[in-house]
Nanobody, 119 residues
Framework: QVQLVESGGGLVQAGDSLRLSCAASGSFIVIRGMGWYSQAPGKQRELVASITSGGPTNYADAVKGRFTISRDNAKNTVYLQMNSLQPEDTAVYYC?????????????WGQGTQVTVSS
């Protein structure tokens, strides 16, 4: 079975940094796009950053210049380096991956990891 396991969240102060990790596991899987989404209390889940298997990235305007998404294809892992964190970044961050097990690609989600930034 395919699983996405996230780690790296926590409680930090404004200006601090965190690095989120998400590792996908499963036999004979092919991973296409990967990304990070955030969901603040009372708000919709929103794309933070995405990355293709080849490397091109996309970022939400609010995090450009502060966050960096990267991936290690050999480890089936995607990272989100979060610098200069601000209170408005507080949210649950979910890892997403487009994964093919047999024939078609389907989206998979991690359980979410809480990021809380205090002022």
């Amino acid at each position: 079975q395919v699983q996405l396991v996230e780690s790296g969240g926590g409680l930090v102060q404004a200006g601090d940094s965190l690095r989120l990790s998400c590792a996908a596991s499963g036999s004979f899987i092919v991973i296409r796009g990967m990304g990070w989404y955030s969901q603040a209390p009372g708000k919709q889940r929103e794309l933070v950053a995405s990355i293709t298997s080849g490397g091109p990235t996309n970022y939400a305007d609010a995090v450009k210049g502060r966050f960096t998404i990267s991936r290690d294809n050999a480890k089936n892992t995607v990272y989100l380096q979060m610098n200069s964190l601000q209170p408005e970044d507080t949210a649950v961050y979910y890892c997403n991956a487009d994964i093919r097990r047999i024939f078609s690609f389907n989206p998979y989600w991690g359980q979410g990891t809480q990021v809380t930034v205090s002022s």
